[in-house]
């Protein structure tokens, strides 16, 4: 009895369980579990439709961001959304409680290991090494067979940058997708939409001008055959008001103070002081230049060309100061009698003619004592001593006198060439020259600094040039934030 009982009851309790795991499942979800189990042997099989053995794959692009644009690797970083469409006859179904009409399709999802993806990549950019993010995405399925999958994925493609324009160049990359395993005659990819769409589009430092969608094939040199490739030109404008408000405006106004350093007088002695703080000036935003200038060796940019140009005035600028300050003083300090740099004291003066009077007075002594025997005795012999201390000191101050007048006037000096001369009109003549220097270099500076921002519209103008040159055909972009109607389809469903 109680091996009965216990067996009876463990068939009620699969038949309970059973009826319950029966009633969880509606007909979409047997569909779905019959299909798995039908793909578990064919997940690595390419589909194929009954009117052709070539699979199509549409592909539509949306961009969403210009992640960047790295000048010494050569490389644009995209953040994309694709919309990829297929069809499958292995996803299809049909049955009398989930028909599939036109009015009331049914769609099931699967995930990206369950079912067959193409493997669609960027051939002209790095492999990424992370693992792809787009398996966690699902791939919505219609009853008839028709396949779309919708993933957002970060873009990495090979782009030849040119910072010559630098900060208003345009930039021109081509992004090719491709299959890495089928060949054209067993995968051929469209583009689903005629444009590429600005899908959620985040402003950056880059503006998308244009782009043009190109279905190609080319030819693969490892395997040998042709491979349905879909082209994707874009052409990218940088902003560059960012750059103008920040670094050339105020790089402009610090150095136009170097053309006044030629407005100050001479005497106020600031012309070179000013000159050199701005340079000191121009040293730190040329470190910020550098910050921002593209590091690469692939030409020179416009900014740095410019910033070169008005820094190399500026240093020119102090040096055309300190020769007319030189000019202007010349005169006063080169060309001064040695002596009186060597300038002595009255007291020094005196100490040596003292010193040179007892020499004498001591040769005076020796003399004496011969001069008593041959002079008359009432001769006062201390009052011929006093005379010849008194000459000898109006000998001396009138040395004085005469060098000190010397120096005064300048009788001495002797020099060459007439515009040094010491002489008052000559002085004259030296401070107009330094005067009418300070004049022409002011003209030639308050035209050359103008002219140094023709560099920057000549680039500007330069870039569009390249800009016309490299864009060909119609412009294929649509940004969504602009237009409320919807892409046209070139891919919509599957032949029947």
């Known amino acids: 009895m109680p091996a009965t009982y216990e067996f009876l009851r463990s068939i009620m309790l699969t038949t309970l369980l059973m009826t319950t795991y029966a009633r969880k499942y509606s007909v979409i979800e047997e569909n779905r579990n019959r299909i798995a189990r039908l793909y578990e042997d064919h997940v690595l099989t ?114 030849e940058i ?71 030109d874009i052409e990218l404008v940088r902003y560059s008001r960012f750059y103008i408000l920040k670094i050339i405006v105020p790089f402009f106004i610090i150095s136009a103070l170097a053309v006044f350093s030629f407005c100050l007088p001479t005497d106020s002695g600031e012309k070179i002081a000013l000159t050199v703080s701005v340079l000191l000036s121009l040293v730190f935003y040329v470190q910020l230049i550098s910050s921002y200038v593209p590091k690469t060796e692939q030409g020179i940019c416009t900014l740095t060309l410019y910033s070169n140009a008005i820094f190399f005035l500026v240093f020119l600028s102090c040096v055309f100061n300190t ?17 009186r740099k060597r300038k002595k004291s009255i007291v020094f003066n005196v100490h040596k003619s003292l010193i040179e009077l007892n020499k004498q007075r001591w040769r005076f002594l020796k003399r004496r004592r011969n001069m008593r025997e041959n002079l008359p005795e009432q001769t006062d012999v201390d009052a011929i001593e006093l005379l010849h201390d008194i000459r000898y000191f109006r000998q001396a ?41 300070d004049r022409i270099l002011f003209m030639i500076y308050l035209i050359l600094l103008p ?13 569009r040039l390249d800009s016309l040159s490299k864009t060909s055909g119609p412009n294929q972009l649509l940004d969504l934030r602009k237009s409320s109607t919807d892409p046209v389809q070139l891919f919509r469903a599957c032949p029947h």
């Not at 002209?124 to 999958?149: D, H, M």
């Not at 020769?323 to 002596?339: G, L």
């Not at 007048?405 to 007439?418: I, K, V, Y």
């Not at 002219?451 to 870039?463: E, G, P, W």
């Open 46 to 159: 390419r589909p194929f439709t009954k009117n052709s053995s070539r699979t199509t794959v549409a592909i539509g692009l949306g961009i969403i961001e210009v992640a960047g644009l790295d000048p010494q690797k050569q490389v644009i970083t995209l953040n994309v959304n694709f919309d990829l469409k297929w069809c499958d006859d292995l996803l299809q179904w049909n049955s009398t409680e989930q028909a599939c009409i036109k009015r009331n399709r049914s769609e099931i999802f699967f995930a990206a290991h369950e079912i067959w993806t193409p493997d669609i990549l960027a051939i002209n950019g790095p492999r990424q090494s992370t693992k792809e993010l787009k398996l966690q995405y699902p791939i919505s399925v219609v009853c008839t067979g028709n396949v779309r999958w919708s993933y957002q994925e970060k873009l990495v493609s090979f782009c």
């Open 162 to 232: 040119d910072v010559r324009n630098f900060p208003f160049d345009r930039q021109h990359c081509s992004i090719q997708l491709q299959s890495s395993v089928y060949d054209s005659s067993q995968v051929k990819l469209r583009s689903l939409y005629n444009v590429v769409r600005l899908y959620n589009y985040i402003t950056t430092e880059w503006e998308i001008s244009h782009v043009a969608i190109k279905e190609l094939d080319l030819y693969n040199v490892y395997y040998r055959s042709d491979f349905s490739t879909l082209q994707i």
């Open 323 to 339: 020769f007319t300050v030189f000019t202007y003083y010349h005169h006063q300090y080169s060309f001064q009698p040695k002596h």
């Open 397 to 437: 101050l009138m040395n004085l006198f005469v060098r000190r007048n010397s120096l005064r006037t300048g009788a001495t000096l002797d020099f060459s060439h007439p515009i040094f001369s010491p002489q008052t009109k000559d002085r004259r003549s030296v401070k107009e020259i330094a005067m009418f220097i």
């Open 451 to 463: 002219l140094s921002v023709l560099l920057l519209f000549k680039s500007t103008n330069q870039a």
